[in-house]
């Protein structure tokens, strides 16, 4: 076996082809890059001193989103921290923390992380027979010319493949010490992912006004996190939030979005989905409501449209539940596994 030179840091590596023709990439099948004259190479892991797969830029933490709140700068992308950078500068997972939420997959410019086993953390390229410059000085501008050649695909996903993952975010969220924190990682990526600024609060920071907001064109997102699927704690946090952003920081009711966001849907008879229909009909504030299903479903989907979602989607009430619904947009996945992931009430 060959072992890589040792290089530094801050160099990375590009790929020593001109220029790349159309190729995909997606978090289902392992990318093939495409040179011009048709040559074709395994995606290899490019060690960018920057590691997109296991952080966030700046411009990603400090999003803007028109109101002025304290927020966290953390700006780990993986809920768990499984993603390092080796000595040599390539990527490692470890898999042993990873619970196979798909973020680091979604975030790799140019497809060097995939995942293709069910039940199995993503693979990562470390090389292959591609030409590869050790250093170059415009790594970035090289790395975005590959990139742009590699669209994003939501390639069709087997269901077993989607249940496995689906089932492996919610085992690590259940034994995790701090479900809510990766919760709050697994939301701020998923909305990353899709386009939409999301802000977290300083953990501590008592006046912030919620534990997450977001902004899309046309609405501010309130977001509270409900680890315990059997609590109605996140409501009451969710009216607090509401109360707040509307009498210290100026917000339209109309305007404001409270998003729910449970581990999964508790069974049809939690008195969760009557609550909000009160919360509805008496205070006129309808609360959206996601689960740790459909992040995973978003992170494997980047193209998510959130600003219609929210309009159409997203709602769950007792005669009501559009999750199945908005997850088969998203994944092409219909019907039958909901209650096995936790987007229809169990029994
Ligand atoms: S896995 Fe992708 S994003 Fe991470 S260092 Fe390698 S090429 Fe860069
Ligand atoms: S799949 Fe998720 S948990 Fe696993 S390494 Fe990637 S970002 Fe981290």
Not at 47 to 68: F, M
Not at 155 to 171: D, H, N, S
Not at 208 to 215: F, I, N, Q
Not at 307 to 317: C, F, L, M, P, Q
Request: negative net charge.
């Amino acid at each position: 076996v060959r072992v890589p030179p040792r290089r530094s840091r801050a160099a990375g590596r590009t790929p020593d082809v001109p220029d790349w023709a159309a190729s995909e990439r997606s978090n289902h099948r392992p990318t093939v890059w495409v040179s011009q004259d048709g040559a074709q190479y395994a995606a290899v892991c490019l060690a960018c001193p920057d590691l997109p797969c296991a952080r966030l830029a700046e411009s990603e933490v400090t999003a803007d989103l028109g109101i002025e709140t304290s927020h966290t700068p953390n700006a780990e992308a993986c809920p768990t921290s499984a993603v390092q950078q080796s000595d040599d500068g390539l990527a490692s997972i470890d898999g042993d923390l990873c619970i196979q939420c798909g973020v680091c997959v979604t975030r790799c410019p140019v497809g060097a992380i995939w995942t293709d086993e069910p039940g199995q953390p993503p693979m990562l390229s470390e090389r292959s027979d591609v030409p590869i410059q050790p250093e170059v000085t415009d790594f970035a501008v090289a790395r975005e010319r590959l990139s742009r050649s590699l669209p994003y695909a939501a390639c069709p996903i087997e269901p077993g493949t989607m249940i496995a993952q689906c089932e492996a975010v919610l085992y690590g969220v259940r034994r995790s010490a701090d479900p809510g924190a990766l919760i709050r990682a697994l939301v701020r990526n998923a909305l990353q992912a899709a386009g939409v600024p999301v802000q977290l609060k300083n953990m501590g920071d008592n006046s912030a006004p919620c534990e997450v907001l977001a902004r899309t064109p046309s609405a501010l997102l309130a977001i509270e996190i409900q680890p315990s699927r059997d609590e109605i704690s996140g409501v009451r946090r969710l009216l607090a939030a509401a109360a707040r952003l509307e009498s210290r920081y100026g917000m339209a009711r109309d305007e404001l979005v409270p998003l729910l966001v449970l581990e999964s849907l508790p069974n049809s008879r939690a008195g969760l989905y009557e609550l909000l229909e009160d919360v509805e009909s008496r205070l006129g504030l309808h609360v959206r409501v996601l689960t740790v299903a459909m992040l995973v479903a978003m992170v494997n989907n980047p193209s998510a449209d959130v600003d219609s979602a929210i309009k159409t989607g997203w709602r769950v009430s007792r005669t009501d539940n559009t999750l199945p619904r908005d997850f088969a947009e998203l994944t092409g996945i219909e019907g039958g596994i909901a209650p096995l992931i936790g987007i229809a009430p169990a029994k």
